[in-house]
C-alpha cells in the first residue's frame, strides 16, 4: 500500500536528530555520594539540599526494584552506566537572543518558538538539565507570578519553596522518585499569588540530548489560595542507540479555592525509560486537573495522583496513552480521597498498535468516616493489531457508608463496519484507521489546548500509517 | 436440635494432645497407596520451601496474611463417637431430593455409597476419595491435582496435598445426564482442627451433573483450618453446575483452591456463597481451553462482625471463541472486609473472546471495607471484554419505601440485601437451588436478628 506520508503537513524523522554534544560540567557515569557531592558542587547548593540530596540516595539503594507488580523491562536498567549531570554551564537566560544558536536549532526543529511564542505566557526550555532558556511574559511577572528554574527556586525563594518541596511526594515514595530527589537538577518552580488567575498557560519543553544520559527535572507549583494556573510540558527527545533514564518528580499545591491545569504531551524516543511521579495536594475547594498523554518511550511508568486534603477538593485525570510496536505505557491514576464531599474523576483511553502494549494501573483510596465521597473511573482500551497487548489492573478500596464509587473497563477493536464504510468512500485504510482511532480519543483530545490537539492528532495518524497496510 | 458441643467435648480433648500440623503428616495416610504418600511427601517439602506470602505479594495485596497463622492447627485423631455421628447425620440434609449424598466430618466419612443405584449402573463414580485412590486409580491419577494454585496459594496447595486424605471423587461418563443434584457435607469439628476436603469432578464429553457442597462447623463457636481444594474437569459439551456453601464458625480459617478446565463447547457454572468463617479466601481459576467453551464464575458473600473474605479469580482464555461472565456481590456489615482481585487474561491467538467481569459492594456499616482489584490482562484481538466495580450503600429511598408501609429496619435491610444478592442467585436456572441458597442467607440474616 502507497503511504500517505505527502498528504500531511509533518516529517516522520522530525525528531530523529542529535547536536554534538558540548558539556562544561559532566558527573560521569554511575551513581555513588561523590556524584551527589560533585552535583551540590556544581550546582552551588545550600547545605539542606546536599544532605536532602545524600539521604535520597540512601533510600534510594535500599529499595528494591518494583518488579514484583512492575515490568521486567525494568531490569533493563543500568543504573551504573548513567550520567546523572549534565550542564552546557549557562545560566538559565531570560532573552531568545542570547540562547547558543545550536540550541536554538533545537527547538525550531521542535516548532516551538515564532508560531506558538504568542501563544505563551513564557517559556522555560530545558535542554539537557538547566534550563537555558526562560522568560515570562511581563504582564505575569507584575502579577507577581514567579516562573523560575528548580534551582532558582530553591535559592531564591527558600521560604515559599522549602515549605513544600518533597512534602507531596515524599523521597521515599518509591524507588524513582528517591532517585529524583537524589541528583535532581532542572524543572520549574512556580508560585501564583492569591486571586491571580493566570491566562495563558506557562509552559516548558524538555529535551535529552546526551548519549546514556538520564533526566531528573525537578518541578514544584504552588497555587495560593482562589489562584488559577495551567502548565503544559511536552518533551520529544532525539533517537539514539542505547537506553536512556528519565525519571521526574512533579508536585502541585493547590491551595484553597485554587485550580492547577497539568497538561504532558510525552513523545520521548522509543529507547527511554520513562518512569515518573507526579502528585497534587488539592486543599479546600481545590482542583487539580492533569491531563496527560503518553506517545513515545519505550517504558512509561507513570500514575499523575491527586490526595484531596480539603473539604469538596476535586481531582482529574484525562490520560491517553498510544503504545507503538515495542512500547509499554504503564500509565494510571491514583485517587486518594481524605476529606468529606470529594470527587474525583479517571477517563483513560490507550491505544495499542502492533506489539505495543497499553496499561491501566490505578489506585482509588476512600477511608473510613468519610461522608459523600465520589469516584468515576473509566478506562476504555482500543486494540489495532493482533500481537498488540492491553491490561487493567484498577485498586479501589471503599470504607463506610455514604460514598459511591464506580469503575468500568472496557476492551474493543476498531470496527469493522466503520472501515469499510470509510473505505468504501473512498479513504486508504491507512487514513480510515486513522479517523476511527482519532475519534475514539477525540473527546480527550478536545481537552488539549488547540495546538496540543493539533499536535496529537497528527502524531496518532503518523503512528497508525505505520501500522496498516 | 442437640448440643453439638457436649458430643465433640471428647474429641477435642484427644485432639489437643496431637501434634501441630506443622510438624508434618506423620504416618496418617499409612493405608493409602505408596504412590499417593510419595505425592504427598513431595508436597509437604515443597511446602515447606515456598514463602509464606505476604502483603506485597500481588495476589495478597490487602489481604489480612497476619492471619495466616498455621500453629495453632492440629489434624484430628479419633474416630466420632456413634451419637456425634448420628447428631451430624441428621443435619447433613439440605436438598430434599438429590441423586446422591456423601458426608464427612474431620476427613473421614460420615455416609458413603450413597449413589441411587441406576447411576451407579450408568457407570457413574460418586465414592470417597480413599477408595477412588485404590479403585480407580488410573483415571483418578489422570486428574488428582493436576492444576496449577497460580492465584497466590501455591503453597497452600502444596499443604492441601501432603495432607489430604477425603473428600470426593465424582466421574460422569460420556453422554450421562444426572438430573438431580449430588450433595456433599464437610463438617469441621474439634477445636483447632485442620482439615484438607478434596473435590475432583470429572465430567465426560456430552455428560451433565451438578454438584453442591456445603463446608460447615459442627460448632459454631469452634475455631479450625480448612484448606481445600476443588478441581472441575469438564469434557467437550458437558454441562457442569457446581456449588458452594461455606459457613464455617466466624472463629475458622480457610483456603479453599479452585481450578475448572472447560473444553471445548462445555459449560461450566460456579457459584460460592460465602457467609462464615474469620478469615476465608477462595481462589477461582477458570481455564477456557476449547472453542466454544463457557464459564460462568458466581460468587456472594454476607460479611459481618470481624470477618474477612478474600477471593481472586482468573478467567483465563486460551482458546478464541470463548465466553466468560463473572458476577460477584458482596454485602458487608459492622467491621467486615472484602478483598476482589480478578483477572480476565486473553492469551494470544485466543481471539473472538466474550469475557466480562463485574464486582458490586454493599457497605452497610461505617467500619466496612471493600477493596475491589478487578483486572485485564488482554493479548489477543477481536475481543469483548469489559469489567466493572462499584461500591455503594443502601438507597435511602428504597428504605423509605419499605419503613413507611410499616416493615421494621431490619427486615427492610434484610429484603434490600437480599434483593441485591439475588441478582447473582437468579443466574441459576434450578429454582429449588436458588431457594436453598436464599434460605442459607436468610439463616445468617436470623442469627444476627437475634
Redesign the interface.
Given at each position: 500500500m502507497v503511504k500517505e506520508t505527502t498528504a500531511l503537513d509533518i516529517e516522520r524523522n522530525i525528531g530523529n536528530f542529535a547536536y554534538p554534544e558540548t558539556h562544561t560540567h559532566d558527573a560521569g557515569v554511575g551513581l555513588t555520594e561523590k556524584t551527589i557531592h560533585y552535583i551540590s558542587d556544581v550546582k552551588q547548593d545550600p547545605d539542606w539540599v546536599r544532605k536532602f540530596r545524600l539521604n535520597a540516595l540512601r533510600v534510594f539503594q535500599g529499595k528494591p526494584m518494583p518488579t514484583h507488580w512492575a515490568s521486567k523491562d525494568l531490569e533493563a536498567i543500568v543504573f551504573d552506566n548513567i550520567r546523572y549531570y549534565l550542564s552546557g554551564g549557562v545560566q538559565p537566560k531570560r532573552n531568545w537572543e542570547d540562547v547558543p544558536d545550536d540550541v536554538k536549532r533545537t527547538f525550531e526543529r521542535l516548532g516551538i518558538p515564532e508560531q506558538e511564542r504568542k501563544f505563551l505566557a513564557g517559556v522555560e526550555a530545558q535542554f539537557d538539565s538547566e534550563a537555558v532558556y526562560s522568560n515570562i511574559k511581563k504582564a505575569v511577572g507584575e502579577q507577581g507570578v514567579i516562573f523560575v528554574g528548580s534551582a532558582d527556586g530553591l535559592k531564591n525563594h527558600p521560604e515559599i519553596f522549602r515549605k513544600w518541596f518533597g512534602k507531596v511526594i515524599p523521597t521515599g515514595d518509591n524507588k524513582f522518585s528517591a532517585l529524583n530527589s537524589a541528583v535532581f537538577s532542572g524543572g520549574s518552580f512556580i508560585y501564583v499569588p492569591p486571586g491571580v488567575k493566570v491566562k495563558h498557560p506557562l509552559q516548558a519543553y524538555f529535551r535529552i540530548n546526551a548519549e546514556n544520559f538520564g533526566q531528573f527535572e525537578r518541578t514544584l507549583i504552588i497555587v495560593d489560595e482562589g489562584a488559577e494556573l495551567t502548565y503544559m510540558e511536552g518533551c520529544t527527545a532525539p533517537k539514539f542507540n542505547t537506553a536512556t533514564l528519565h525519571s521526574a518528580v512533579v508536585e502541585l499545591v493547590a491551595l484553597k479555592g485554587a485550580k492547577i491545569q497539568y497538561i504532558t504531551v510525552q513523545n520521548w524516543s522509543n529507547n527511554v525509560f520513562n518512569l515518573v511521579t507526579k502528585r497534587g495536594l488539592a486543599h479546600e475547594n481545590a482542583e487539580v486537573k492533569w491531563i496527560d498523554c503518553n506517545i513515545g518511550s519505550r517504558l512509561t511508568m507513570k500514575y499523575p495522583g491527586v490526595v484531596m486534603k480539603g473539604r469538596k477538593a476535586r481531582g482529574e485525570v484525562i490520560s491517553i496513552a498510544l503504545a507503538g510496536d515495542g512500547q509499554h505505557q504503564d500509565t494510571g491514576a491514583k485517587m486518594v480521597h481524605a476529606a468529606d464531599e470529594t470527587t474525583s474523576n479517571i477517563i483513560s483511553k490507550s491505544i495499542s498498535i502492533g506489539t505495543g502494549r497499553a496499561t491501566y494501573r490505578g489506585l482509588v483510596h476512600v477511608p473510613k468516616h468519610l461522608k459523600n465521597c465520589k469516584n468515576n473511573t473509566e478506562c476504555d482500551a482500543l486494540l489495532i493489531s493482533t500481537n498488540s497487548r492491553t491490561d487493567t489492573y484498577p485498586a479501589i478500596t471503599v470504607r463506610g457508608t455514604g460514598n459511591a464509587v464506580q469503575h468500568e473497563a472496557s476492551v474493543s477493536q476498531v470496527s469493522a463496519e466503520q472501515i469499510f464504510y470509510m473505505q468504501q468512500r473512498g479513504l486508504t485504510k491507512a487514513q480510515a484507521m486513522s479517523l476511527s482511532v482519532n475519534g475514539f480519543v477525540n473527546d480527550l483530545v478536545r481537552q488539549f489546548p488547540m495546538e496540543y490537539s493539533v499536535e496529537l492528532k497528527r502524531l496518532i495518524e503518523l503512528e497508525m500509517e505505520g501500522s496498516v497496510g | 436440635m442437640s448440643n453439638p458441643s457436649a458430643l465433640l467435648e471428647e474429641t477435642a480433648a484427644a485432639a489437643a494432645e496431637s501434634a501441630g500440623i506443622l510438624g508434618g503428616a506423620g504416618e496418617r495416610n499409612a493405608d493409602l497407596p505408596a504412590w499417593f504418600r510419595e505425592q504427598q511427601r513431595a508436597a509437604w517439602i515443597e511446602f515447606q520451601n515456598l514463602p509464606l506470602p505476604t502483603i506485597?505479594?500481588?495476589a495478597w495485596?490487602?489481604s489480612n496474611v497476619k492471619a495466616l497463622d498455621l500453629a495453632p492447627f492440629h489434624l484430628p485423631n479419633e474416630k466420632p463417637t456413634d451419637a456425634k455421628r448420628r447428631e451430624l447425620l441428621e443435619r447433613s440434609a439440605e436438598l430434599e431430593e438429590t441423586s446422591g449424598r456423601l458426608i464427612f466430618a474431620d476427613d473421614r466419612v460420615l455416609e458413603r455409597d450413597a449413589l441411587a443405584d441406576n447411576w451407579r449402573a450408568a457407570g457413574v463414580i460418586f465414592q470417597p476419595l480413599e477408595r477412588a485412590i485404590i479403585e480407580h486409580e488410573d483415571l483418578f491419577r489422570r486428574h488428582f491435582m493436576t492444576q496449577p494454585a497460580t492465584l497466590g496459594s501455591a503453597k497452600f496447595a502444596a499443604l492441601h496435598q501432603a495432607f489430604v486424605r477425603s473428600g470426593t471423587f465424582l466421574y460422569v461418563p460420556r453422554g450421562i445426564e444426572i438430573d438431580l443434584p449430588l450433595e456433599t457435607f464437610h463438617w469441621l469439628g474439634g477445636e483447632n482442627v485442620a482439615i484438607f476436603p478434596h473435590t475432583l469432578l470429572v465430567a465426560e464429553e456430552f455428560s451433565k451433573v451438578t454438584l453442591v457442597e456445603h463446608f460447615r462447623s459442627a460448632d459454631r463457636n469452634r475455631a479450625g483450618f480448612s484448606c481445600g481444594v476443588n478441581d472441575l474437569v469438564v469434557g467437550a459439551g458437558a454441562k457442569v453446575t457446581y456449588i458452594c456453601t461455606q459457613d464455617w464458625s466466624d472463629r475458622a480459617l480457610s483456603i479453599q483452591i479452585n481450578a475448572t478446565t472447560v473444553a471445548r463447547d462445555a459449560s461450566a457454572l460456579n457459584l460460592h456463597l460465602a457467609l462464615g468463617g474469620n478469615y476465608s479466601r477462595m481462589e477461582s481459576l477458570s481455564r477456557l481451553i476449547g472453542e466454544g467453551a463457557r464459564s460462568d464464575m458466581l460468587a456472594v458473600s454476607v460479611g459481618e462482625g470481624a470477618q474477612e473474605f478474600d477471593a481472586r479469580t482468573l478467567q483465563d482464555h486460551a482458546s478464541p471463541h470463548t465466553y466468560s461472565d463473572l458476577l460477584f456481590k458482596n454485602a458487608l456489615n459492622d467491621r467486615a472486609r472484602n478483598t476482589f482481585g480478578g483477572l480476565i487474561r486473553v492469551e494470544?491467538?485466543a481471539?473472538f473472546t466474550d469475557a466480562y467481569q463485574k464486582v458490586r459492594?454493599l457497605?452497610?456499616?461505617?467500619?466496612?471495607?471493600?477493596?475491589?482489584?478487578?483486572?485485564?490482562?488482554?493479548?489477543?484481538?477481536?475481543?469483548?471484554?469489559?469489567?466493572?466495580?462499584?461500591?455503594?450503600?443502601?438507597d435511602d429511598d428504597e428504605m423509605f419505601y419499605l419503613l413507611a408501609r410499616g416493615i421494621s429496619k431490619t427486615v427492610a435491610r434484610q429484603l434490600l440485601v437480599g434483593g441485591f444478592l439475588n441478582e447473582v442467585l437468579s443466574r441459576l436456572t434450578n429454582p429449588v437451588l436458588v431457594a436453598k441458597l436464599e434460605e442459607l442467607i436468610a439463616g445468617k440474616f436470623a442469627r444476627r436478628a437475634r
Open positions: - | 506485597k505479594d500481588q495485596r490487602f494470544p491467538h481471539h459492594n457497605l452497610l456499616s461505617d467500619d466496612a471495607e471493600a477493596n475491589s482489584m478487578p483486572g485485564l490482562e488482554i493479548l489477543a484481538d477481536n475481543v469483548k471484554c469489559s469489567h466493572g466495580a462499584t461500591s455503594g450503600q443502601l
